[in-house]
């Protein structure tokens, strides 16, 4: 979308259909150059002096809609669309996908198997919580997991709510084979923040890169 004007994702918005096929086109070509098999569709913000209850039922038929456009699509492309619920309390208020629940909601009345749901453990916390439970709730759906300390948006050993050795244990045990996206703000040096990462894998017996030592 036009970010100078606010936008933030087009995929909810009525009437921007289409720049939103316009957008998701270019992202398409872009993905297939670099040979990258996930696109994260972003569902955009409620408008400008609207009131979120009074557009929501129009939001979420227009994200149907452009979301079965988008499926359509990426199985052309054998890629896959992610839908990633954001925090409307402290990230963006006028967002408009939220929730684990919203978004498989949503996933549900699609009804298309190459659409999953980008968890971001960040925003889930905020929003709900309870992330041991949402995460084997929602595990079938999910096709993109990232993670970021909550509060400060930094490194996962940095101070904070998460206990990610917990969280990354779980996610083995659940049978995750994805990636994890470390969608945070290094506190200093990017390399250095990466540090937590290394004390990671000697807890768990690996070497860098994640080479077991057995």
């Known amino acids: 979308g036009d970010q100078e004007a ?31 098999p996930r696109i994260h569709v972003m569902a955009g913000r409620v408008p400008l002096g609207t009131d979120r209850a009074a557009v929501t039922a129009e939001m979420e038929t227009t994200f149907i809609e452009n979301l079965r456009y988008a499926a359509d699509l990426l ?7 992610l839908l990633e ?15 684990p629940h919203q978004a498989a909601a ?12 980008q968890l971001d453990l960040f925003h889930c916390q905020i929003m709900d919580g309870n ?15 990232q993670i970021a300390q909550v509060p400060g948006r930094h490194e996962p050993d ?18 995750y084979t994805g990636y994890v996206g470390c969608e945070y703000a290094p506190k200093g040096d990017t390399l250095e923040g990466l540090g937590w990462l290394r ?14 030592k057995a």
């Open 6 to 36: 606010g936008e933030l994702g087009l995929a909810a918005v009525p009437g921007r259909q289409a720049a939103f096929r316009q957008g998701l086109e270019a992202a398409v070509h872009y993905a297939r150059a670099v040979g990258c």
């Open 158 to 175: 940095s101070p904070g709510e998460l206990n990610f050795p917990y969280i990354f244990e779980l996610l083995e045990s659940l049978g």
């Open 199 to 212: 004390s990671y894998w000697e807890s768990r017996g690996l070497q860098h890169g994640g080479t077991s």
């Open 75 to 81: 199985s052309q492309e054998d890629m896959i669309g």
């Open 106 to 117: 949503i996933l549900e009345k699609v009804g298309r198997p190459n659409l999953k749901l």
């Open 85 to 99: 619920p954001i925090n409307n309390r402290i990230t963006d208020p006028r967002y408009y996908l939220n929730t």
């Open 131 to 145: 992330l041991s439970h949402n995460l084997e709730t929602y595990f079938p759906l999910i096709g993109h997991i």
